[in-house]
């Protein structure tokens, strides 16, 4: 069994910065895409940013030039450096990852993160 563990929300004001972690553990033979997401209140579920395996990356437009995905591949942890913080980026936010070549994506239990004006 897989489980993803996010780490690293809080409480902010805007322009400032905070990183996420996600650490992955468990039956783990490889890794695919890793990723976050976030969920404000009464809205959709969005992506935020995704990295793969080579370390390719990609971002939702809100948060290009902010935010920053990494991976430590030895660690089987996705990052979300988040700088200049906004009151709109306020929102629980998900990691995922493609485990062991599974269709599903695994998921975490999510990290609170709010940013005040």
């Known amino acids: 069994q897989v489980q993803l563990a996010e780490s690293g929300g809080g409480l902010v004001q805007a322009g400032g910065s905070l990183r996420l972690s996600c650490a992955a553990s468990g039956s783990i033979l490889s890794i695919n895409a890793m990723g976050w997401y976030r969920q404000a209140p009464g809205k959709q579920r969005e992506l935020v940013a995704v990295i793969t395996s080579g370390g390719r990356t990609t971002y939702t437009d809100s948060v290009k030039g902010r935010f920053t995905i990494s991976r430590d591949n030895a660690k089987n942890t996705v990052y979300l450096r988040m700088n200049s913080l906004k009151p709109e980026d306020t929102a629980v936010y998900y990691c995922?990852?493609?485990?062991?070549?599974?269709?599903?994506?695994?998921w975490g239990q999510g990290t609170q993160v709010t940013v005040s004006s």
């Open positions: 995922t990852a493609g485990i062991n070549g599974s269709a599903r994506l695994a």
